[in-house]
Structures are given as structure tokens and as C-alpha cells.
């Protein structure tokens, strides 16, 4: 999508504006810009309003959009790719958010070339958003997946058209639409409607499909497979198209979005392409220094501890940690090291440590920077 609009300027509200904000905005909005409003109207003002209200009133657009800004629906940032002001029907919009039977505004279809016919014309189905709980391990390695989800899917019997022995509307001889005079904000004007006997589609049925009740849809269980790739994180987003729920009147299919949650690991603690994981070792092995096996998500490796260890002291084991999606670079794994203390003690222990308590802690750094402050 070539514009790089900001929609929330668009429509003078805040990024953290509700739902009913966004729509009374538009509604003024649309009251003041309309192009039969004589006074103040604007078709490119209008359409720019509509297509902004088009990204925020849809949650999922909405926190696409939030994310990536216009590059989410240009196909670059995972998101919705394939979207186009182009394809927002401002009619279907008005009337949605006016009521289903506002007809304030004449010339709507005049100014939409036509679009009161929009339920003869192929629209596209609706996007499903899923939500998808992976494993640490998972989201590291990649993983392939079959999800089942229940779906509007075209009806098999009718082949989505409603019922069979089709004819032209008798009432509006096959337009979809009745023209009438309105009163309106701006005086009387002439408009156009969906016909109320063929619902806009310009024909009508003998015999009613019994399967899908005239819907032209029916639920049914899909598979829906997708690979999950190396280093994905919380709030990542995949898209599948033409996988979503069934079009209108031939109209493609929707698409099916996955937002990856990954779920807490009882054991490393992720910082996107980072782990971290505490590794206890005794006061014995502080002091002295020891080699010690460590877990990493690539099967364990020895690690040497100085002599000397403090606690909370950060070791790196570089490249054990995450990929970064789509990439070959790869994050590391920090080891905190915990000094455990015992909390009892033989007597001969104590001894040893009594003798140990008198070794001189003047060389320390911290020791000395501590004593200048007493």
C-alpha cells in the first residue's frame, strides 16, 4: 500500500483511543466530508477518513498497523499483505456505522460506482486470528504444525450460491439496488438501495439450498498446516492466505493470521534472541575455581569458573542462545553463577572456616571501596 498516512491523525484521535472513539470520529467526520455536503465536502478527504477508519475499527488491522505502521499491509512486515485502500468499501462502512438503514447521505452508489450492489459482487472472506502456544524449544528450533479450526467454507451442495434455479429480480430486473428520494442533512436527494426482495444480489432462487439455509456457507473442520521458523518470539505474527473462511458470491477466501505466544520455560529465561539460566556452585568451588557441565538449548558443554567466582558473576556461552528470524545471526547464553551457602556445618567445617575468616581481604577491590565509606 503506497500510503503513509498516520490513521489516528487522520481521524484526530489518540493511539489509545476505544472502539466508540474511533467510530464517533468517523461518523463526524464523514458528516463534514461527505462530497454531497456542499459546504465542507471532500472525496479525497472521505476516502482518506474511511480507509483509516477501514485499518482501525479491525482489531487485527489495528495492531498490525500499531506494529509496523504502513508497512503492514504492503506484504514487508509479515502482516497483512494484499490490503488496499482500494478495496475498502466505504458504502458497506457508512451503513455499518450509521445503521443498516441510513440513507441520509444521497448519491452513495453514484460516488461508489455502484458499490449498493455489493451484495452481488465477489467479496473477499474474513481473516481469522489464532493464537498459538509454543515451547521455548519449539520457538528456538522451528517447528511444523497441523492446527484444526472450524471455518465458513463455501457450500459443497449449492457451490456458495444460496439455492438452484436461478432468476433475474422481478422488482429491480436485475440491478441489486431501487432508487428512491430521501430528505437528507443537505435537502432532498435521490438514492439508491439494496433491493428488498433479492437482498442486492439481482436474482433470486426457486428452491432454497437445504444445507446451507440459503447462506451459501457452511461450517466445516479444516487442517491448516504452517512451519513455525527458527527464533520466533511473543507477539510475532504469521499469515496464511486464502486459507481463512470462505468469500462472498466467488470472492476469494480470507486469510488466517497466527500470533505465536511462547509460553514461560521453567528453566532459561529468554531476552528476545538470549537466554539466561543460574548455575549453583558451592563456596569450595568459588574459591577454588572448577570446570562445571552446563545446559545450553544445544545439549550441555563444560564451562571453566575461575578461581575466585563472585556471586552473580555472568559468564557467556556465545551462540547458544536464539536464531533471529530469517537470519543466521544467532544470540548467546549468559550463566549466572549462584554461590550456594550451607547452612549446616560439622564442626570440622567450622573450623575450616574460622581459619579461612582470617585471610586478608585488603586485595579485594569491592572490600576496599566498602571500607573507604565507613
Avoid: W
Avoid at 574460622?354 to 565509606?373: C, G, I, R, Y
Amino acid at each position: 500500500m503506497a500510503s503513509k498516512k498516520d490513521y489516528y491523525e487522520v481521524l484526530g484521535v489518540s493511539k489509545d483511543a476505544s472502539e466508540s472513539e474511533i467510530k464517533s470520529a468517523f461518523r463526524r467526520l464523514a458528516k463534514k466530508y461527505h462530497p454531497d455536503n456542499k459546504e465542507t465536502g471532500d472525496e479525497a478527504k472521505f476516502k482518506e477518513i474511511g480507509e483509516a477508519y477501514a485499518v482501525l475499527s479491525d482489531e487485527g488491522k489495528r495492531r498490525q498497523y500499531d506494529q509496523f505502521g504502513s508497512a503492514a499491509f504492503d506484504g514487508t512486515a509479515g502482516g497483512y499483505g494484499g490490503f488496499d485502500p482500494g478495496d475498502v468499501d466505504l458504502n458497506d462502512i457508512l451503513r455499518s456505522v450509521f445503521g443498516g438503514g441510513f440513507s441520509g447521505f444521497g448519491g452513495f452508489d453514484d460516488f461508489f460506482g455502484g458499490s449498493t450492489r455489493s451484495s452481488s459482487r465477489a467479496r473477499k472472506g474474513r481473516d481469522t486470528m489464532v493464537r498459538l502456544d509454543l515451547t521455548l524449544q519449539e520457538a528456538a528450533f522451528g517447528i511444523d504444525k497441523d492446527i484444526e479450526l472450524t471455518l465458513n467454507d463455501t457450500c459443497p451442495e449449492c457451490n456458495g450460491k444460496g439455492g438452484f434455479n436461478e432468476s433475474t429480480c422481478s422488482y429491480c430486473h436485475g440491478s441489486g439496488y431501487v432508487v428512491s428520494e430521501q430528505r437528507s442533512l443537505f435537502g432532498v436527494v435521490q438514492s439508491r438501495t439494496s433491493c428488498p426482495k433479492c437482498g442486492g444480489t439481482g436474482s433470486s432462487f426457486k428452491d432454497t439450498c437445504s444445507k446451507c439455509r440459503g447462506t451459501g456457507n457452511v461450517k466445516a473442520r479444516k487442517t491448516i498446516s504452517i512451519h513455525i521458523p527458527e527464533g520466533v518470539e511473543t507477539g510475532h505474527q504469521m499469515r496464511i492466505s486464502g486459507k481463512g473462511e470462505a468469500g462472498v458470491n466467488g470472492g476469494a477466501n480470507g486469510d488466517i493470521y497466527f500470533e505465536i505466544n511462547v509460553m514461560r520455560d521453567s528453566f532459561y529465561e529468554r531476552d528476545h534472541e538470549d537466554v539466561y539460566i543460574h548455575v549453583p556452585i558451592t563456596v569450595t568451588e568459588a574459591i577454588l575455581g572448577c570446570k562445571k557441565e552446563v545446559p545450553t538449548l544445544y545439549g550441555n558443554v563444560m564451562m571453566d569458573i575461575k578461581a575466585g567466582c563472585q556471586n552473580g558473576a555472568k559468564y557467556k556461552l556465545k551462540g547458544k542462545g536464539l536464531k533471529v528470524v530469517n537470519s543466521s545471526r544467532c544470540g548467546d547464553e549468559y550463566v549466572v553463577i549462584d554461590v550456594m551457602i550451607p547452612s549446616k556445618l560439622s564442626r570440622a567445617q567450622k573450623e575450616l572456616i574460622e581459619e579461612l575468616s582470617d585471610t586478608d581481604l585488603e586485595v579485594n577491590p569491592e572490600f576496599k571501596a566498602f571500607k573507604k565509606h565507613l
